[in-house]
């Protein structure tokens, strides 16, 4: 077919004119708080004042072409920073699920970040954990264990053919904030609420999320269409696996699990948790990336040299389950 | 001129094909965290930790019209979610900045939000400070004073014409969070290495960063290009005026300030400090907005109903000093 010469030129005019293929071109974005109640507390000075609620951002894409919103969660200890700009400054999963076309939500949950936090003992319960600099390094499978890390990066020991970019794992440890180890059912209550705001939905999870994340789809599961559980730190109600039987759930676990004090066990409990929920009748399946030939990954594979690489994993299994178009 | 008909079809495809001018165009977006120290504490457990840096969020627009990048600083209480969707779920000036065309850096000072926060007595003295429900109501003239606050808001005492979007103020606590007092130095030393590494900027900033801004500019003066002092809470040192001599400085104050029992006496002290800047030679305009006819404006202005009528006249400034092409 010969093309006539101005509409090659209109072409050209479109081409030059738009967004290029790199860029992110938005409907919308804005941010919103959700969830959490007045709390009446002495000495604070005395009051009433707004405890437990959590913070989202979104961003719309102009195109969008999932077929539902996609949600991310954090772990424990971390915000939704976790899947921004990664600690050595490349892209991270929110830029690419975006520009995949994914309506996309990221939040910081209760008690952290954005969603601010309450006093304490009066409404979190206990006192708030602050994460020594080695503690991830050495708990998150970066380095090798207790021992490993060394504010040097010449003297850290970081596992053998590590995905994550441990040069910049100073820069990684700026995001670490605070946490309770008391506040799940506050936390719990304020995802329910953002899924009913929000969903139907896909909602990709991180670590503690885990325990957050299978309990929110099994109060709500008509609202959640897929579950994509990045590494989980645990399951939900085994008494409930019902109730998870018609969402489908990829769960993701990186490199040198078996070499880990912890990590074959958080491992195995996620494992016979989504036994039985296949025992049910549900489609839940345990994707170990070093088995499909992705070697390396740590805990926080969202920030791992080949963090797209997963996200791509993710975005393939999506698609295939009938997500975007 | 006739225009043929096929340079016709050329425009209607390039204007269908392309973002609509109510969208956002973004060649890149991301964050980063900036600033901090090493830190050896015991008991929590003992160990190194990282403290005091702070938080950076930055939207790169895919055509960049201002001619250097502007930075948005939070006022005391708050983060950088003042700047974005308000809570009666209108575009915030973070949107309205970058649909101009700025690249917009919106932070969460040391010790707020995604900044995280530091072990307290040991690095932060002293304790926290939480905002009850009432307290902005009733301080950032929003109300009309001491037990103006209500929660049923039939029975709010809202200032008269206020333009706060004072039927969903209960929306707007959920984003106050802990603050300390004894935090100066460090949040100043973060933001002077903010300014670092983004600057030459614009620096727009509200309320407590007014005590920031100015400083850092004292310190920086070659690095910044023009200030937007938001109901600022303090000036800059005094004995330094002279650092601020060719920096264009724009100080906006809403309405009703007459009438608080807080608010004449901040502002005189902004005043007097422009004033001593202006006697070394130095351009700095205090706007009383009421006395150019906007009337009704709260401390809060970026989230009153005429916000958007405000940042036009942030940005008419900036036109009018060069600053956007």
Same mark, same amino acid.
């Given at each position: 077919?010969?093309?006539?010469?101005?509409? %090659?030129?209109?072409?050209?005019?479109?081409?030059?004119?738009?967004?290029?293929?790199?860029?992110?071109?938005?409907?919308?974005?804005?941010? *919103?708080?959700?969830?959490?109640?007045?709390?009446?507390?002495?000495?604070?000075?005395?009051?009433?004042?707004?405890?437990?609620?959590?913070?989202?951002?979104?961003?719309?894409?102009?195109?969008?072409?999932?077929? %539902?919103?996609?949600?991310?969660?954090?772990?424990?200890?971390?915000?939704?920073?976790?899947?921004?700009?990664? &600690?050595?400054?490349?892209?991270?999963?929110?830029?690419?699920?975006?520009?995949?076309?994914?309506?996309?939500?990221?939040?910081?949950?209760?008690?952290?970040?954005?969603?601010?936090?309450?006093?304490? &003992?009066?409404?979190?319960?206990?006192?708030?954990? *602050?994460?020594?600099?080695?503690?991830?390094?050495?708990? *998150?499978?970066?380095?090798?264990?207790?021992?490993?890390?060394?504010?040097?990066?010449?003297?850290?020991?970081?596992?053998?053919?590590?995905?994550?970019? *441990?040069?910049?794992?100073?820069?990684?440890?700026?995001?670490?904030? &605070?946490?309770?180890?008391?506040?799940?059912?506050?936390?719990?209550?304020?995802?329910?609420?953002?899924?009913?705001?929000?969903?139907?939905?896909?909602?990709?999870?991180?670590?503690?999320?885990?325990?957050?994340?299978?309990?929110?789809?099994?109060?709500?599961?008509?609202?959640?269409?897929?579950?994509?559980?990045?590494?989980?730190?645990?399951?939900?109600?085994?008494?409930?696996?019902?109730?998870?039987?018609?969402?489908?759930?990829?769960?993701?676990?990186?490199?040198?699990?078996?070499?880990?004090?912890?990590?074959?066990?958080?491992?195995?409990?996620?494992?016979?948790?989504?036994?039985?929920?296949?025992?049910?009748?549900?489609?839940?399946?345990?994707?170990?990336?070093?088995?499909?030939?992705?070697?390396?990954?740590?805990?926080?594979?969202?920030?791992?040299?080949?963090?797209?690489?997963?996200?791509?994993?993710?975005?393939?299994?999506?698609?295939?389950?009938?997500?975007?178009?």
């Amino acid at each position: 077919m010969r093309i006539p010469p101005l509409r %090659v030129l209109a072409l050209v005019i479109t081409l030059a004119a738009c967004a290029s293929p790199a860029s992110i071109e938005l409907r919308d974005m804005g941010s *919103f708080h959700v969830g959490g109640r007045e709390a009446v507390i002495s000495g604070k000075p005395n009051g009433a004042y707004q405890v437990e609620q959590m913070y989202v951002q979104y961003f719309l894409p102009a195109r969008e072409r999932g077929t %539902v919103p996609l949600l991310l969660w954090h772990g424990g200890g971390l915000t939704g920073v976790s899947y921004e700009t990664t &600690p050595d400054g490349r892209e991270g999963w929110l830029n690419y699920f975006v520009k995949k076309g994914w309506a996309t939500f990221n939040s910081d949950a209760v008690e952290r970040g954005r969603a601010g936090w309450a006093p304490y &003992p009066d409404i979190f319960p206990g006192e708030p954990i *602050f994460l020594t600099k080695a503690d991830p390094f050495e708990r *998150f499978r970066i380095g090798q264990g207790r021992g490993s890390y060394n504010r040097d990066v010449a003297l850290m020991k970081p596992l053998p053919g590590t995905q994550f970019p *441990f040069e910049a794992y100073e820069n990684f440890t700026r995001q670490l904030v &605070p946490r309770w180890t008391t506040t799940d059912a506050p936390t719990i209550a304020a995802y329910a609420l953002l899924v009913d705001r929000i969903c139907p939905c896909v909602i990709v999870f991180h670590s503690q999320a885990g325990q957050f994340a299978f309990k929110v789809a099994q109060a709500r599961p008509d609202k959640v269409k897929a579950l994509v559980a990045v590494e989980p730190g645990g399951g939900g109600d085994p008494a409930q696996a019902a109730a998870l039987k018609g969402i489908p759930i990829l769960a993701l676990f990186g490199d040198h699990i078996e070499r880990d004090a912890r990590w074959p066990a958080i491992r195995a409990n996620v494992v016979k948790f989504l036994e039985s929920v296949r025992e049910v009748g549900g489609r839940a399946e345990v994707r170990d990336l070093p088995k499909a030939g992705i070697r390396g990954n740590s805990h926080m594979m969202m920030m791992d040299k080949n963090s797209l690489e997963i996200a791509g994993v993710i975005q393939t299994w999506l698609e295939r389950e009938g997500l975007w178009r």
